[in-house]
């Protein structure tokens, strides 16, 4: 099946870019065949029915899927035109350029502090304790959490509310100064404020990164993205400005999903 | 008296009544008015069964304390008995003997003066006997009548038997916690004995240890109980060269279980690991004595270490750290593991590797259960005697050389309970000193891992 690409999609410049790459878990095929590129300073939204492969090729992005035994890619990626599958490529390295924001908040059980500072440290991004303020400070600042937190840095990452936590993986994210950064529903765990503040967090990190974000909401894709890929069964059906895809789908399977009427 | 006759009585008595009152419900419920019973037929026959059973053994219990009594009463009170000597020790022995020979346990008296009371005395037994099995069937009937006269098709017997069920389990986990109290109070009253002769301060901070349980026990030697060289020894051989071996064994051996290990292999390593746990720890203690000490001693003699003994700290620690490998990795390995996968993504999304991930994420979150494996695994040292007493020798030895010669405390305790001083001698009552202290640390250090496992657990959910 080929995925349906909007006619009037203008050319972006492609942060990365996927050409034919089908993921297997054994013997079972979850990505079929999916090509997709991610642009710079655009947000990309993944939406489409559950288990039809949007978190497997999200992982795939940043090759987190290393981390399953069982799990096979073949196809090529590129970042910044480099193959991320080659053998020049250290994972490590891709990581750090790549980063990822989970579905459930999932910060370590350390201070604020110690869970922004974790990157930068780990990467030497940071030499001492006066630069490795600034990151945290930095960091904490774009995404939002400064002021709530500035004066209770050393309590435990865990004591945050989940809408906190959630905007304090971001910032942990950002804090090791990322290209790409892929959020597998983010908001999927938190109440519908806490949701609008990682919502105007995505709007404001839009000019720096490539964001990929996927999601089962509708109007959150609407709200935070400009490009949208329907996906289903492990194929994108089809890929084109989020505005295109929301009024004027090309597909009776998108206009069903995005209508309601589908899974 | 034979007390199993009693119970079979009582189990047949309940029988009867779980027969009768199931039977019974059945017939509630072929009977079309009656509707639908409140419990099952089973139900029913629970609870007459128990109602006879739980009397009748209460019944038993105190019917097995009180009828010697009884049958010794009668036979003071028989015309044979008059001539013998007033109450004590003589007597004591001589209704002994002629209750052994009614009994059937003994072919015949050695004292001629029991002969005639063996007569009274087969009277007696046979009189109780019969007014014991002639109780039992009368109080089994009365409790199984009058239960079985309650039941009604809308009886709640399945809660009534839920309760009873419940006191049970309840009764049963008592037993442990009494058992416990028990001990505990012994071992106090015992250690407060002792302390009555040799003053707490000589015994806990003195250095010399040498109780001579021939001495005079009337005015023990109180420079002799110093237990400072034992509580060393205890530490030194089962909380410092034990856990130097059982730490980073045990917690490499639970990161590569959890983090490296593929299935295949953990699925056979880990039982593997476990079964260390389960030697006795006398096979250690050959294994400590027969080879590694004279190794270590050929070893410390190779490099010119002279008056190495063949009995030494450091072969029993050593021996001592491999057997406890398995309660740090084990609670270790729990611990790791219960860290949630999503921890590990996040340090791996991150752009960190496999072994930074372990030092700075898995570890410090698994710390409090790591912690509480490692204060379990010193408490099980501490409490080890086999590998001591047959590695590191008897003799106190405040010393820091782990070549040398040590003892602990437990193995003192076995010293001076089993040595030839009679019970009451200090030497053997600081047995129970010993066994006190031992008690109180080890209790503290479970205390302390309990409260940090559950803190733990607390932290996840
Ligand atoms: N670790 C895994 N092992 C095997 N199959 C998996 C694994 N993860 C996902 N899958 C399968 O891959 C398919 C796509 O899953 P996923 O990417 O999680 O879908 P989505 O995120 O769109 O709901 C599903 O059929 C799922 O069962
Ligand atoms: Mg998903």
């Known amino acids: 099946m080929v995925t349906k690409i909007h006619p009037n999609l203008e050319a972006t410049n492609a942060k990365m870019n996927a050409q034919g790459v089908s993921v297997y878990y054994g013997d079972k095929k979850a990505i079929d065949d999916v090509s997709i590129e991610v642009p710079s300073k655009y947000v990309t939204s993944f939406i489409g029915p559950s288990g039809c492969g949007k978190s497997t090729f999200l992982r795939v992005l940043n090759r987190m899927n290393d981390t399953i035994p069982t799990a096979r890619v073949e196809g090529d990626i590129t970042l910044d035109g480099e193959d991320i599958y080659g053998s020049n490529m250290d994972v490590v390295q891709l990581r750090a350029r790549v980063g990822m924001v989970f579905q459930k908040p999932n910060p370590f059980p350390k201070s604020i502090y110690d869970n922004i500072a974790y990157g930068p440290k780990i990467h030497g991004f940071a030499e001492g304790k006066e630069e490795l303020d600034e990151v945290v400070e930095r960091s904490l600042v774009r995404a939002g959490l400064w002021n709530e937190v500035k004066d209770r840095l050393t309590d435990s990452g865990t004591a945050l509310s989940g809408g906190q936590q959630q905007r304090l993986c971001i910032a942990r994210a950002i804090a090791v100064d990322p290209e790409v950064i892929l959020m597998d529903e983010p908001c999927s765990a938190l109440d519908p404020i806490a949701t609008a503040k990682i919502e105007e967090l995505i709007a404001d990190l839009n000019d720096n990164y490539a964001i990929v974000i996927v999601t089962h909401s509708m109007q959150q894709a609407a709200r935070v993205s400009q490009r949208t890929a329907f996906f289903h069964l492990g194929h994108i059906v089809e890929y084109g400005r989020t505005s295109d895809i929301f009024t004027n789908p090309l597909e009776q399977q998108t206009q069903d999903y995005i209508t309601g009427r589908y899974g | ?461």
């Open chain 2, 1 to 461: 008296m034979s007390p199993a006759i009693l119970l079979l009585l009582a189990v047949g008595l309940g029988l009867a009544g779980w027969i009768a009152a199931r039977s019974r419900a059945w017939a509630f419920r072929r009977d079309k008015d009656v509707g639908r019973l409140a419990a099952l037929p089973v139900y029913h026959g629970w609870y007459v069964a128990l109602w006879v059973i739980v009397p009748l053994a209460a019944f038993i219990s105190l019917w097995l304390v009180a009828s010697p009594y009884l049958v010794e009463q009668s036979v003071l009170m028989s015309p044979a008995a008059s001539d013998l000597p007033a109450a004590g020790f003589q007597r004591d022995t001589l209704l002994r003997e002629a209750l052994a020979v009614a009994s059937g346990t003994s072919p015949g008296v050695f004292n001629e003066a029991a002969k005639p009371l063996i007569e009274p005395f087969r009277e007696a037994l046979s009189r109780y006997n019969l007014i014991g099995i002639l109780s039992t069937l009368i109080i089994g009937f009365l409790c199984g009548t009058w239960a079985f006269l309650r039941l009604k098709p809308d009886f709640t017997a399945r809660t009534r038997v839920e309760k009873t069920v419940m006191a049970a389990l309840l009764l049963a986990s008592l037993v442990a916690i009494l058992t416990t109290l028990g001990i505990v109070a012994s071992l106090v009253f015992e250690t407060f004995r002792f302390f009555g002769m040799v003053s707490p301060i000589d015994f806990l901070f003195g250095t010399q240890w040498g109780p001579d349980p021939m001495g005079n026990p009337q005015n023990p030697d109180p420079t002799r109980f110093g237990a400072v060289p034992l509580f060393w020894g205890t530490i030194f051989i089962g909380a410092i060269i034990a856990m130097i071996v059982a730490i980073p064994l045990g917690l490499m051996s639970a990161i590569y279980l959890t983090q490296y290990a593929a299935p295949r292999v953990r699925s056979w390593l880990k039982p593997a690991l476990e079964i260390l746990a389960g030697v006795p720890t006398v096979v250690y203690g050959y294994f400590a004595a027969l080879t590694v000490a004279p190794f270590i001693r050929d070893l410390a003699a190779m490099i010119g270490i002279s008056g190495a003994s063949s009995e030494s700290a450091l072969a029993a620690g050593l021996v001592m750290g491999v057997m406890i490998i398995p309660f740090v990795s084990s609670m270790a390995d729990d611990s790791i593991a219960a860290v949630p996968q999503a921890m590990r993504d996040g340090s791996l999304a991150m752009g960190a590797t496999e072994s930074e991930t372990i030092k700075r994420v898995l570890i410090p979150a698994a710390l409090p259960g790591i912690v509480a494996g490692i204060m379990l695994a010193i408490s099980r040292a501490i409490g080890e005697t086999m590998i001591v007493v047959m590695a590191a020798s008897t003799a106190a030895n405040l010393s820091a050389n782990p070549l040398d010669r040590m003892t602990t405390v437990t193995v003192q305790i076995v010293k001076m309970l089993t040595g030839e001083g009679s019970f009451d001698h200090p030497a053997t009552l600081s047995a129970f000193a010993l066994g006190f202290v031992l008690f109180l640390v080890t209790l503290g250090l479970n205390f302390i891992a309990l409260r940090v496992v559950k803190r733990f657990r607390e932290a996840y959910d």
